[in-house]
């Protein structure tokens, strides 16, 4: 039995036929007519944005009840419903009420731009151990931070600060021990191990060497699987 996408869920569901040019974005868009569905869907923006703040906050929440819940749900969110009305709803809506939790959590999660930890660490700080994707996602957007510092450490070449992959590794270890899935939190757990200690052999590294870290890895058996693919299998 086929998953249904989430366009194919949201063209089924009785709502969509009280927002008709989304609905009919969603079912050209299902059909592969990507013009002819951006094209309703700019005539949509326009048509939202003429409604009072309540309406527009209605269709986000409703939008977004989906994409919570579907794996597939980054595919509605292009750039012109973000820009148009997702973006502006939120900002209005954290300031209309700010003890919501939702607009940073979104913004956070899934519309964020490639500057999602704020908001993360807001919707952390509102919604506390409830807000358990948050509270990964924070986690994961350290570690992508951490494997980018170091993702040319075999050829002697860090690309950050002490200062920063050390507060990296700190806020993972403050917010690790809210993961509710004690499989997950020990994932988290070792990887911050990891980089804790590649962090620390780094800086060891440092005041004695400038080139071979592979090399001083390797004689110092340092468990790194990079270490045995470029040392050991040599």
Same mark, same amino acid.
């Given at each position: 039995m086929q998953t249904k996408t989430i366009l194919q869920t949201i063209i089924e569901d009785e709502r969509s036929h009280d927002y008709p040019l989304f609905r009919q974005y969603c079912v050209r868009k299902e059909q592969g007519l990507r013009k002819d569905a951006l094209k309703v869907l700019q005539f949509f923006v326009e048509e939202m944005n003429k409604n009072e703040f309540a309406a527009r906050r209605s269709f986000v929440t409703w939008l977004f009840d989906y994409i919570e819940r579907f794996e597939d749900g980054h595919h509605l969110l292009v750039y012109p419903l973000v820009h148009g009305v997702i973006h502006p709803v939120l900002r209005e809506? =954290?300031?209309i009420d700010p003890m919501d939790v939702r607009p940073n959590r979104w913004q956070g999660l899934f519309v964020h731009q490639g500057e999602g930890l704020p908001y993360l660490l807001k919707a952390l700080e509102m919604g506390g151990s409830k807000e358990q994707r948050v509270i990964v996602q924070i986690c994961e957007t350290y570690f992508s931070a951490l494997w980018y510092s170091f993702h040319h450490i075999?050829?002697?070449?860090?690309?950050?600060?002490y200062e920063k992959d050390h507060e990296r590794i700190q806020g993972i270890q403050d917010v690790m021990k809210l993961i509710v899935d004690k499989k997950v939190q020990s994932n988290v757990e070792?990887?911050?191990?990891?980089?804790? #200690?590649?962090?620390?052999?780094?800086? =060891?590294?440092? #005041?004695?060497?400038?080139?071979?870290f592979v090399k001083w890895c390797a004689d110092r058996k340092k468990p790194y699987e990079w270490v045995q693919t470029f040392y050991y299998h040599q």
């Open positions: 809506w =954290e300031n075999h050829e002697d070449l860090y690309l950050s600060t070792k990887l911050a191990v990891y980089y804790n #200690q590649l962090l620390s052999d780094w800086k =060891e590294f440092q #005041q004695m060497e400038t080139r071979g």
